[in-house]
């Protein structure tokens, strides 16, 4: 059994992390700038401990917490504003350079997303969820429309006096990380210029996972909280019909799942995801 918070398993996910591309969005498309994250360590301190459990998502906030802290004061994370027992929202990080007086409330988004083609002309249209509940535009909508706007509610200025900083003199900046997966047989060269750095491999279906079955081919199927990481071995990975076995379990409960593929000719690792929709 793989230990997930072992300090090596740890360090893996780490740079993982930080090796995820960013997606960037033009200004008509989202009207908030896009975070840049430099001069991060890429090594993880002795002492770090990941709290558990946790789901991914929530790892990913306490990579980028780390990740933050070379150049940045953390003021605040995951600061809730609750008005009479009502939850308002929430930001991620407030933030102070520390060579800058500037402060900085940061949303911080990392995803898995699928193309789906026939899901419109435009490509923010066309990122969804692997298992179809997670829409790109819906979730920029909702950040638009609810979080960035939170800071200049009433309700939140008592939150910022403690903080000793007014809203008026703060920037607002988007940290969006995301790997992207496309149909089995798509052409990368087809995808949207916006997001093709962050493609990281394809999509396929149960009865398309046959075209994988090849003697050179190995598999593997991380824990989803391994998703990041990247394999520095082939250890562990199995023939295909051993893969097919378990990955056909997740697809019956309708739960995607991310795979990863071992080349013995080529000695490159690939990672894909088998798709329930």
């Known amino acids: 059994m793989i230990n997930l918070n072992s300090h090596t398993s740890l360090q893996r996910q780490y740079l993982g992390f930080l090796e995820t591309p960013q997606l960037h969005f033009a200004p008509l498309d989202f009207e908030y700038a896009c975070f840049e994250l430099s001069g991060a360590s890429r090594q993880l301190p002795e002492d770090f401990e990941m709290p558990h459990p946790i789901r991914l998502g929530q790892r990913m906030e306490i990579f980028m917490e780390t990740a933050l802290q070379q150049d940045f004061e953390i ?32 949303e911080m988004v990392y995803k898995f997303y699928f193309l789906r083609p026939e ?29 960035f706007p ?55 279906t149960q009865e398309q996972l046959y075209l994988l079955n090849k003697p050179v081919n190995r598999f593997y199927i991380p824990f989803k909280n391994d998703w990041v990481a990247i394999p520095d071995s082939a250890a562990g990975f199995e023939d295909f019909d051993s893969f097919y ?25 690939q990672r894909h995801f088998a798709s329930w929709l």
Do not use: C
């Open 245 to 269: 076995k378990k990955i056909s379990v997740a697809l019956r409960e309708q739960r995607s799942s991310l795979f990863w593929i071992f080349n013995s000719e080529t000695v490159v690792f």
């Open 150 to 204: 939170l800071l200049y509610k009433t309700e939140t200025q008592a939150y910022l006096n403690n903080l000793g900083i007014k809203a008026q003199r703060m920037k607002q900046h988007l940290f969006f990380k995301a790997q992207v997966y496309i149909p089995a047989g798509f052409e990368k060269e087809r995808a949207d210029e916006a997001f093709v750095n962050t493609i990281q491999g394809n999509y396929y």
């Open 75 to 106: 003021l605040a994370k995951n600061l809730q504003i609750i008005d009479h027992k009502r939850t308002l929202g929430e930001f991620d990080f407030i933030l102070k350079p520390k060579n800058s007086a500037d402060v900085i409330h940061l």
């Open 119 to 147: 899901s419109g002309d435009y490509w923010i249209d066309r990122l969804q969820g692997p298992n179809g509940k997670d829409h790109l535009k819906l979730k920029l909508k909702k950040m638009r429309d609810q979080q």
